[in-house]
């Protein structure tokens, strides 16, 4: 896509799958919920977390817990909930429980990307503090490494380096409403015309659309499925492999 100079990504089902979210992620904050809630209900470290919840939610560690398995189970997309996630996804990407799986065509293309001069940006439901965890610990996948490695032998590679800003539903907005678009290029002094933001959500790339953004939807192996018509009157790739981005002019 020529005059493309700005990329706006975002992660599950796009450069990530989102099964590592919803079967690795996800059981894993919620195991580890009640030792948290037990040691630190009134440590100064987690109490911002725990007041960010609803006042009747957070009458008791019970409570809490119980709505957090709720809203978890039904995906809800609240900013407090994805915050607290990222709290208690740290402790598992530090000591190697897991790593970040990104799809085979993401971390070269995105090298590619910014050595020709493109910048990138991520705009995630996730907590902006959960984005960075997931880049700082992206699996290596070579010779000696293999997808899906874990574990203290696992290695990984922070590339957060390759990103210039990080958007959540608290600093831009809901990813379904055009306003957020808007608020994220002007932050970053994008240029809609140069700006093209990739995600696996149709109603993600109408929003963009109508904000004046270029927009493609990504298909990957376990996103839902697309319709005919969407598949019809949207643009589509199942790799970023398939987009040629020639970057700013040198």
Known sequence: MEGVQHILLDIEGTICPISFVKETLFP???????HVLATKWDNPTFQPYRDAF????????EKLRAHVEDLTKR?????????????LWEDGYRSSAYS??????????????KANGVEIAIYSSGSVFAQKLLFQHVQVVGQHASPGATGPGAQVEDMTGLVSGWFDT????????????????????????????LSDSVREIDAATEAGLNAILV???????????????????????ELYITGASH
Do not use: M
């Open 170 to 197: 608290t600093n831009a907005g809901l990813k379904t409403e055009a306003a957020s678009y808007s608020t994220i290029v002007e932050a970053l002094k994008w240029p809609l015309a140069t700006t093209l933001f």
């Open 219 to 241: 298909d990957r192996p376990g996103n839902a499925p697309v319709s005919e018509a969407d598949n019809h009157r949207l643009g589509l790739v199942h790799s970023l492999n």
């Open 28 to 34: 894993y904050a919620i195991e580890a919920l009640p």
């Open 54 to 61: 609803p006042e009747d939610v957070r009458a008791s560690p």
């Open 75 to 87: 995906d809800i997309k609240v900013a407090y909930l994805k915050n607290l996630q990222g709290y």
């Open 100 to 113: 970040t799986p990104l799809f085979p065509d993401v971390a070269l293309q995105l090298r590619k990307w």
